[in-house]
T-cell receptor
Framework: DAGVIQSPRHEVTEMGQEVTLRCKPI?????LFWYRQTMMRGLELLIY????????DSGMPEDRFSAKMPNASFSTLKIQPSEPRDSAVYFC??????????FGPGTRLLVL | QKEVEQNSGPLSVPEGAIASLNCTYS??????FFWYRQYSGKSPELIMF????GDKEDGRFTAQLNKASQYVSLLIRDSQPSDSATYLC?????????????FGKGTKLSVKP
């Protein structure tokens, strides 16, 4: 079974550029989560989808961040414009509606 | 503000010893508790979950839950250098979004050969 797939695995960009992160959840999972992890703040939930519908986006830092889930097998997290303080590891996780979550490998984002 | 607290460590134990990792949570209504292991540069990996008071054993790992004290722990017996990682405690977001978890910042464990 393929796990959660994320792309790209690494992204280096310049301040002001648009960044799009992609996630394919595990087949059959109906919950999808986007997290951000930094040394200072740990693992922070950004947004949570259930059956493709955003349930809780209270963790999205500001309007520069947006997320979509057009179907059950794909989600994107977009940052526009990006800033150096957005540099972090972004994880996507999926689950079957219960609390057990399975994490993807993450995208390491560096904004210069 | 719902919180999950962990000692950041590092917790250093010799190979073969028992490592004890602790976690407290603020929401008395929480019902599901998870331990994730995260190796440096990797993603969190679920190793155990527990729902009921008491102990739950899986191989060298034992999760302990005390809801009255709002306390959950993870014991690792016969610790190995390969157990060196950061261990994240997570608790369900009771009263919040179903399926959501609240994570602690993790305890870094170092097992010395």
């Amino acid at each position: 079974d393929a796990g959660v797939i994320q792309s790209p695995r690494h992204e280096v960009t310049e301040m002001g550029q648009e960044v799009t992160l992609r996630c394919k959840p595990i087949s059959g999972h109906n919950s999808l989560f986007w997290y951000r992890q930094t040394m200072m703040r740990g693992l922070e939930l950004l947004i949570y989808f259930n059956n493709n519908v955003p349930i809780d986006d209270s963790g999205m830092p500001e309007d520069r961040f947006s997320a979509k889930m057009p179907n059950a097998s794909f989600s994107t997290l977009k940052i526009q414009p990006s800033e150096p303080r957005d540099s972090a590891v972004y994880f996507c996780a999926s689950g079957r509606g219960q609390e057990t979550q399975y994490f993807g490998p993450g995208t390491r984002l560096l904004v210069l | 503000q719902k919180e999950v607290e962990q000692n950041s460590g590092p917790l250093s134990v010799p190979e073969g010893a028992i490592a004890s990792l602790n976690c407290t949570y603020s929401d008395r209504g929480s019902q599901s508790f998870f331990w994730y292991r995260q190796y440096s540069g990797k993603s969190p990996e679920l190793i155990m979950f527990i729902y009921s008071n008491g102990d739950k054993e899986d191989g060298r790992f034992t999760a302990q839950l005390n809801k009255a004290s709002q306390y959950v722990s993870l014991l690792i017996r016969d610790s190995q250098p390969s157990d060196s990682a950061t261990y994240l405690c997570a608790v369900n977001d009771y009263g919040g979004s179903q399926g959501n978890l609240i994570f602690g910042k993790g305890t870094k464990l170092s097992v010395k050969p």
